[in-house]
Structure formats: structure tokens, C-alpha cells
């Protein structure tokens, strides 16, 4: 029997549905996702992890972006309805690599990740 391969995408949604898709993104692109329901579990994941890239939905309550700014040199993709005009702007205030809509990141996650960005 194979061990599983080591996730190297976190994805922070609570959203079921969509997270599924970005998985489906994640996976296609070659990437090894762990879906994460807060920020409590992604830290940990950080801690034990070679992770390279953080999807991260600005909708999730508590995330502090900021703090995963700190905790990880992994690329931080953040996401939100585009028109929550402040929270995208404090995405990008916060250090996060690649902020997008909802939209964007649905259309564009599986070629944000092959190219490597």
C-alpha cells in the first residue's frame, strides 16, 4: 500500500461546495490540497508541512492574514466577492501574493498554480 503524498496546498474555505471546486483546481494543476476549516487547523498544517501555496477565502471568519503572512513563506492567494472592496484591499495591505474575486479565482486557480507564480 502507498503512502499518501504530503499536501503542498492548503485551501481555508468553510464553504463545501466551492471548496470542492478549488480542490478539483488544486488537483488538476498537479498540487496535493488539504482543505482547512479555520485558521487553527492551517497553522498547524504550516508547522508540519512543506507547503507552497495558501487559498485563502477572505468569507472565513477569524482568519488573520497577517499571521499567515508570518507563519509560512508559501504563496497566499486570498479571495472574496469583488465587491467587498475593503477586504481585498486589506488582503493585499496584509502581504497576500495574489488577491482575486470570487470570480477570478474560480476561472483562474488551476492556471495561477501550474504557472507557479
Known amino acids: 500500500m502507498s503512502e ?15 471548496s470542492s471546486q478549488l480542490n478539483g483546481a488544486a488537483q488538476r494543476a498537479g ?3 488539504r482543505t482547512c476549516l479555520g485558521q487553527t487547523s492551517a497553522m498547524k498544517e504550516l508547522g508540519s508541512q512543506q507547503i507552497r501555496w495558501v487559498v485563502v477565502d477572505l468569507e472565513l471568519s ?5 499571521a499567515l503572512r508570518n507563519a509560512t513563506s508559501a504563496k497566499i492567494v486570498a479571495f472574496g466577492p469583488h465587491v467587498q472592496t475593503d477586504r481585498l484591499a486589506a488582503a493585499r495591505s496584509a502581504g497576500c501574493d495574489f ?7 474560480n476561472r483562474g486557480l488551476e492556471t495561477l498554480l501550474v504557472s507557479g507564480a
Open 31 to 33: 498540487c496535493v490540497p
Open 62 to 66: 477569524g482568519v488573520d492574514l497577517a
Open 4 to 18: 499518501k503524498p504530503a499536501p503542498d496546498t492548503l485551501i481555508l474555505c468553510n464553504d463545501l461546495m466551492f
Open 99 to 105: 488577491v482575486l474575486s470570487r470570480g477570478e479565482i
